[in-house]
């Protein structure tokens, strides 16, 4: 059984700030740290509170969301996404919405699909989906929210295979906005940081 170490997470508002407010939840990538999304926060609307996460498995100097090989990788993403789910339970927000880089990008996407009621929206930056089937992916087909999904030409960290999953998943099950960005290795652009702006004052 994993957890959110809530005492981890970094707020762009202090607590008093932060009640009835859009929330706005970002998922760092493997081996990564909580720090290292919440860099782009200064960056970003400045509507919805910002709350950086740290995933809940010690992996290298950062940490992980789910092992990156291995038979457990889709049980232990959901043991992931539920934990993230019953964080969130534990506050207070008019909306919530979802960025997430690379494994934190499927972690976002595996949100939506195991509780598609509970969040407006994702954003996915050199991410995937997993292969795998979850019950609210019929509400998705039904009702599509807003997602973008943003990727570079020579990112070669995330697997083809991986790459082609997403492509035939996304677009049946959301309202795809899709950007592919010309020699971007694994990492996050300017113009992509500019694409993820229009997208999140859009739905936000």
Known sequence: ?????????LWSAPERE???RPLL???????SHEGDLFSLAPGLPLSPVIASVRAPHPMGPGFAWFP?????????????????????SSLTYTSVGLVGFSQGGAIALQALRRAPSRFSYAAVLSGFALNDAQAGDELLAATPPPVF?????????????????????LPSHSALTERI???????????????????????V
């Open 1 to 9: 059984m994993v957890s959110i170490d809530s005492s981890a997470v």
């Open 18 to 20: 932060r009640a009835d």
């Open 25 to 31: 939840v970002l998922l760092h990538g493997y081996g």
């Open 68 to 88: 990156i090989e291995g038979a457990s990788r889709i049980d232990d993403a959901n043991e992931a996404v539920d934990a993230l789910l019953e964080w969130l």
């Open 149 to 169: 999904w943003g990727r570079g030409t020579l990112d070669q960290v995330i697997h083809p295979a991986l790459i082609s999953i997403t492509q035939s998943w």
């Open 181 to 203: 960005y010309e020699g971007l290795p694994h990492s996050i652009s300017a113009p992509e940081l500019a694409d993820l702006n229009a997208f999140l004052r859009d739905v």
